[in-house]
T-cell receptor, first 113, second 111 residues
């Protein structure tokens, strides 16, 4: 089955810096890669996702890149703000109806002002 | 709540007791999922269901059971066989190949 590795487990940056979180996956048939943000005590919320037919997707300060050959994908946050502090999870699945997402173990991002 | 409701928010289990966590969705989505979250462990898949009256085991199904008698409901029972049930349990829904959305979770503790 699918296995997703996520690095680093913790990341501390200064406000205004960029943050990068990386994930690798094992199943070459996986073709859907979402990223979730979870604030303390709350549910994970989708912030961006990418499908395997594109290599990059941007949404304001957030971008995701995908390298299918190397089987890895990354989340990039630019101009970080204190409210970006949270736990971020990557996930992977085959993009078939009902297929379950398999998650990485998460990255705790701390943005200090 | 993103179209999916979990209850209760907090739940306590005594030794040898089975407890059931509720998950209801009102968006007529086919697929529903249960995940367990422990600190530093990410989200681990317990069970999922793609259609009514059918479900599949995830990576950590031992000690848990589910049912899917109605499309809108996917309850999770934590049985007495689950020796370490203390965790945050998250239910999710997904429509076809659209993004997956989570409920607000149930925090289960042992008395």
């Amino acid at each position: 089955g699918e296995n997703v590795e996520q690095h680093p487990s913790t990341l501390s940056v200064q406000e205004g810096d960029s943050a990068v979180i990386k994930c690798t996956y094992s199943d070459s048939a996986s073709n859907y890669f979402p990223w979730y943000k979870q604030e303390l005590g709350k549910r994970p919320q989708l912030i961006i996702d990418i499908r395997s037919n594109v290599g990059e997707k941007k949404d304001q300060r957030i971008a995701v890149t995908l390298n299918k050959t190397a089987k890895h994908f990354s989340l990039h946050i630019t101009e970080t703000q204190p409210e970006d502090s949270a736990v971020y999870f990557c996930a992977a699945s085959r993009n078939q109806a009902g297929t379950a997402l398999i998650f990485g173990k998460g990255t705790t991002l701390s943005v200090s002002s | 709540d993103g179209g999916i409701t979990q209850s209760p928010k907090y739940l306590f289990r005594k030794e040898g007791q089975n407890v059931t966590l509720s998950c209801e969705q009102n968006l007529n989505h086919d697929a529903m999922y249960w995940y367990r979250q422990d600190p530093g462990q990410g989200l681990r898949l317990i069970y999922y269901s793609q259609i009514v009256n059918d479900f599949q085991k995830g990576d950590i199904a031992e000690g848990y059971s589910v049912s899917r008698e109605k499309k809108e409901s996917f309850p999770l029972t934590v049985t007495s066989a689950q020796k370490n049930p203390t965790a945050f349990y998250l239910c999710a829904r997904r429509n076809r190949n659209q993004p997956q959305h989570f409920g607000d979770g149930t925090r289960l503790s042992i008395l």
